[in-house]
T-cell receptor, first 114, second 109 residues
Framework: DADVTQTPRNRITKTGKRIMLECSQTKGHDRMYWYRQDPGLGLRLIYYSFDVKDINKGEISDGYSVSRQAQAKFSLSLESAIPNQTALYFC?????????????FGPGTRLLVL | GQNIDQPTEMTATEGAIVQINCTYQTSGFNGLFWYQQHAGEAPTFLSYNVLDGLEEKGRFSSFLSRSKGYSYLLLKELQMKDSASYLCAVRDSDYKLSFGAGTTVTVRA
């Protein structure tokens, strides 16, 4: 079984709709992250959470919100989707107790907003 | 914040060596990572440098010079499966990663 899972893997939605992307992990890591990836721009941080009661904005948080329901779950919501939110979204986790604190990525959610 | 630059594309022949450079400007340096990403897949961890010098891991090596804001990833004995995008990422003092746009490496037979 994968350590970091994301649902759905693909989603098509219409402008103005509310959608939620979910991330779950079995790695026991405290820290979780949401990124989006666009061609030519690389990965950009949307939100991150260092524990269940901690939520922080990243580089591009406008138009997004998150919820850390448990140590293992971190959800990303688009309250009113717009076409420029079409992108590949990745969840990642890291272990603050490790020396390197490498981030490990989920398989991604491909989102298309029409 | 971070400014991270790496070449957009590189092409090399199977069995050859390729070096991918990464330069960065940072407001607080706390480590540099290299990830490999095949098309449509998740980035996977390749290497980590926090001190100056060379880290070797099989066919892959990574070098860091903090004073120059410079790193490179060296891929030796290239194989077709090494065709992928390689992402340079710098971690800041708040433990956030900033990524370069990635270098697409194409390995030709």
């Amino acid at each position: 079984d994968a350590d970091v899972t994301q649902t759905p893997r693909n989603r098509i939605t219409k402008t103005g709709k509310r959608i939620m992307l979910e991330c779950s992990q079995t790695k026991g890591h405290d820290r979780m992250y949401w990124y989006r990836q666009d061609p030519g721009l690389g990965l950009r941080l949307i939100y991150y959470s260092f524990d269940v009661k901690d939520i922080n904005k990243g580089e591009i948080s406008d138009g997004y919100s998150v919820s850390r329901q448990a140590q293992a779950k971190f959800s990303l919501s688009l309250e009113s989707a717009i076409p420029n939110q079409t992108a590949l979204y990745f969840c990642a986790t890291s272990d603050l107790r490790s020396d390197q604190e490498t981030q490990y990525f989920g398989p991604g959610t491909r989102l298309l907003v029409l | 914040g971070q400014n991270i630059d790496q070449p957009t594309e590189m092409t090399a022949t199977e069995g050859a060596i390729v070096q991918i450079n990464c330069t960065y400007q940072t407001s607080g340096f706390n480590g540099l990572f290299w990830y490999q990403q095949h098309a449509g897949e998740a980035p996977t961890f390749l290497s980590y440098n926090v001190l100056d010098g060379l880290e070797e891991k099989g066919r892959f090596s990574s070098f860091l010079s903090r004073s120059k804001g410079y790193s490179y990833l060296l891929l030796k004995e290239l194989q077709m499966k090494d065709s992928a995008s390689y992402l340079c990422a710098v971690r800041d003092s708040d433990y956030k990663l900033s990524f370069g746009a990635g270098t697409t490496v194409t390995v030709r037979a």
